[in-house]
Each structure stands twice: as structure tokens, then as C-alpha cells.
């Protein structure tokens, strides 16, 4: 989602970013496309600019409408100087620069048709913008862009375009490989993601502000009083800003985002009437134009954003544009924290403010007329559990080991290798096991707080290996990977797997998981790297289960940082659905599983590991 939709639903709609208009000015316009589309633009400078003054331009391209046009509540309230949805604007009119943002085309106020996520004509409009920003009188000639989720996506394919102009790209919370990293994670259909993003979008291509309701947590009458749609463009009365709004709206196309996405089975199947797959708009297939474009980029990432540390990671490893990547604990955006070792609600650390004054000085490097050293490769991250960040310049950074715990008799997980001829455990797939309303994968559509609550519960439906107490602090920093040898009643299923902390007093901790549907076992050469098992997720490679017979299932675990301390257990959970947003596979039947744990079929799982001794920042 958008970093405004998410501010939105973190904070409340009335007491988000309450700061003056004073500090840039607007104009809303349309900018022709090469093919006569018109594009819906605001262009925001600084209040206080000098005439002639020439200003770098910070791009934000979005699916999610560039403004709003207020209702008569949210007249009131701005009139008082109580709320400023356009705060945004501020920030970086008092940086001295121009900020434009766009609705691309098909959505918000701009004229077209939308029939993908970021399909090769919506990056060719954003060149178009980039070729009308560097003729305006107020251009520097230099442009960055950034942007939260799809505004993310959108700011690192506009080095797709290779624009002179473009210096430097800020992606946030984005997605590197949309089919296996958002919509299927590990071929399992993220069903209620989907739905919801479908109703969400459609509701907003039709501009109608009750969209937003679910979004927010607003009621539709209380949001229409202070939201009453899309900002037009030319919207003072004499310029008929509402007229033409509504002729942009009736060339719109809203696409049934969930019908298309449920035929998708595979990720060489096409999305909707589009004829491109979401590989072909996903970052690492266009991996040569981004890096001959070779511009810089600053990336920002959670470990429990969906999977986009796990994108970022990639992309730090496999693209050759220079790159600083931020890997913190925070809800989608930024908004809210995320360690699930800290109390729930708790402030994001950096404050929201830093944050921003991070990005800033990113831009300030490459749009700006100023000294500045060469772009370095690194990595800040935050370690969950310790409250730490520390650098590297290599993933996995240097110093852990890859500890291999078999699962054992009674539960156990154990460093002992199994010599058993004949052990196995059985399962029986419970439905109604989830993760909770408020996980990894809510926030990555509403941008709200992540809490996983005490998982001791939930952990009584699945089927768990418990380690015997840690005799010392413990990091561990990269990828698990858990390999199952496993036998099924039915010809497939879906396979979730948890890595979690069980402390002394008994209580639950969720660290990650790791998705695999059983027909999509097959481990591929990855067109990225990777430090986890790569299943291509691609009709010629699925195979079904035979009921009966062992299949080995390798599942990589999403990338973490974590401290286990001295006394607390680790924890391998395993079920065979979440019904927090998943798709049930398969769709009739109840599978029993049988998990194998013999010399012959060790399941159990690597662990990137290090004592941690004297803990702390490094």
C-alpha cells in the first residue's frame, strides 16, 4: 500500500501528521502521454522559492490516488490547521525540493485503462513525466523517485526507462518477484490479500472514498465527511476540475484482480486479459536495463513485511547498482514496530521523522549540486530479540555456522543425527489453524501494526520438535532452510512451516515460516540469488504427491535475524493450512502427513548460527 494509506490506518484518519500548509505550494495538472493520455500530476515547490531558482524533483508514482479532495469535515478540520493529509509535500518543499506526484495511468485522476501492476506502458508514462519535469523552468535537470509498496515498485522499474535524468531510486517495502513473493508465496494462493486488494482497487478506480473504510478502520459515512475522493486536477471551480474527473473516471477499467490471480495457478500463467505473466513486470526480470541504468539505490525492508527483505536481499546480491539496504523490524511502511520480542504498539525506532531525514539526505547526494563520496554497498540490520543493528557488506554476513537439528523422538530437535531404521510422526491437518489477524502478510496490505500473540495455543494444532534449553545466548542471522521427508494420504498440499522461541515461562514466539506446496517440490536454478531452496513455481516443473510414498520437500525459511536466549528452546512448527489468508490445499479432504525422521529420511532443518557471547551493538 501507499506510505499515505498506511499512515492512514496506523494512526487514524483525523490525527495523522498535523503540521502547516504553509510549507509548499500545488498546482494540479494533466500531462499528455506520447500516445494523448493524459496523466493526473501535482507538482509541489517550496513556498518560500526564489523566482528563476532551479530545484532537484523527487518523483512519487501511485495506484493508490496522488491526493485527496476533502469532504466537509475535512474542510473543517484542515481549516483549522488540525490535519494535513498533504504533509508529505512539506517535508520536502523545507529540504528545497519539488516533489510530483503521479496517479499512473487508468487510476486516481488520470485518463487510460490499467491492466497489470506496473505494465511496460505505465513505466514508459513515468519516462514521459521524468521528459516534461527536466523541461519545467523550476527543474535542476535531476530526479529521484520513491515510494512505499506499489510506489516502491514503481520507482525502481523507472530506471527501466534508462533516463538521463533519473540519478537515484528509493524502492521501500516493494516487491522483487511479485508471483512468488506476494501473490503465491511458495505456489500457495495468498487468497485474502488478493480479495481484499481487489475490492480495495476497484473501489478507487471507481472513485469512491468508502475504499478506503476497511483500509483505515473507518466507518463509509464517517470517512465520506472527511474524504470525498480522488483530488481532481484543476479543481477550483472556474477550471472545472470535476467534470473532467469524472470523464477520467469513465475510461476506466476496473480489472477482477481476484479472478485473474485465482487462474494463475502457475508463474508462467498470464494475469487477466494482459497476456504478460508477473514475472514479466516483476524488478529481477528487467534486472539489465536497471543495471545499465546503474543508478543508485536505497532500499528499505522489514523482516516481517511479507517476504521483501527477502527480495531486498536478493537484489543486493544479484544487481550491480549500487545499493544501501535498511533491514528493520517495522510494520509495512515503517509506521509501527515489529519485534515480536517488544511489547505490541510499540513506536518504530527510527522515529518516522529520522526516517525520513534518511531518505532525504539519500537524495541530497545525487540531486544536489554537493561533494559527495562514492555510493558504498551495505547492509544495516536489526537483529530481532536484541535491539541491535549492526553493518555488513556480504549476506549472510561473516560467522555463523550452518548447524544442522534433526527432528527427534517425542518432539525433540536435536544436533544428534537420527540412526533410527523406522521413525515418523503423524499429522493430521487441522483448518483452522492460523497466525492471527495481524501478521506479515495484513500489514503488507494495510500497512498496519504486526502482532503475533503468544503461539503456545496455536502450536497445540500443529506438530512441533523442541530443542533442549540453550546454554547460551544465540544469533541467528540468514535463511533457515527446513528439509521434510514427508508421506501423505492425498496427492498435495500446502506445507507452512515455523521457526519460533519458546521461553522458560512456556510462552510462544513467531521469529519467520516458510510456504511450500507439495507439487511445486522441484528445486530450480534461481534467476536471482538466493540463499534458500528456488522452486520455479512453473507448469513443466509441478509434480503431485503419490500418496504413500516419501517425497522430499526443501523449504526455505524467510531470511531473520534473531537472539535466542541462554534458557529458551528452539522450535520447529509445522501445519498444513493458515487460515489467516491462505488458500486450503487441497480444496477437499483432509490429508494426514506423515513427517519422517529415520537415518534413511533425517527431516530437520539448518540453522545460520553463532553464540552470541556479550551481546550487543558491534
Partial sequence: MSLLIAGLAVTGLLGWLISENSAAVRDSLYVPMQDGTRIAVDVWLPANRIAEERLPTVLRATRYWRGYELGPMGRTVAALGLMNLDAEAGQWAREGYALVTVDVRGSGASFGQWDIVWSPQEVADLGDIVDWIVAQPWSNGRVGAYGVSYDGNAAELLAVTEHPAVKAVAPQYSDFDVHRQLLFPGGVYNRGFIEAWDEFTYGLDRNDPCALAAIVGQDCGSLRAVIAGVRPVDDTPERCGASELAAAVATHRPVDLSGAAGKMEFADDPFGDSGLTLTDVSPYTLREPIERSNVPMYVWASWIDGVSAEGALSRFATFSNPQKLILGAWSHGGEADADPFRPARAAPSPSMSTQFAKLAEFFDCYLKPIEFEEPTWEIAYYTLGEGSWRTTDVWPPNGFE?????????????????????????????????????????????????VYPDRASEDAKLLTYTSEPLAADTEITGAPVVTLYVSSTHDDGAFHVYLEDVSPDGRVTYITEGILRAAHRAVSDPPYVTTSPFHSLEREDARPLVPGDVAELPIGLYSTSVLIRAGHRIRIAIAGH?????????????????????????????????????????
Avoid: Q
Fill in 402 to 450: 550452518a548447524t544442522t537439528w534433526w527432528f527427534g523422538e517425542g518432539g525433540s530437535l536435536r544436533t544428534l543425527a537420527p540412526n533410527e531404521g523406522d521413525a515418523a510422526d503423524d499429522y493430521t491437518v487441522d483448518w483452522t489453524a492460523t497466525t492471527g489477524s495481524a501478521t506479515r502478510w495484513h500489514t503488507n496490505l494495510t500497512g498496519g501494526d504486526i
Fill in 578 to 618: 493458515d487460515a489467516c489468508m491462505f488458500e486450503r490445499i487441497p480444496a477437499d479432504g483432509t490429508p494426514t502427513i506423515t513427517v519422517h525422521r529415520s537415518a534413511e529420511f533425517p527431516s530437520g532443518v539448518v540453522l545460520p548460527m553463532k553464540t552470541a557471547y556479550g551481546s550487543g551493538a558491534s
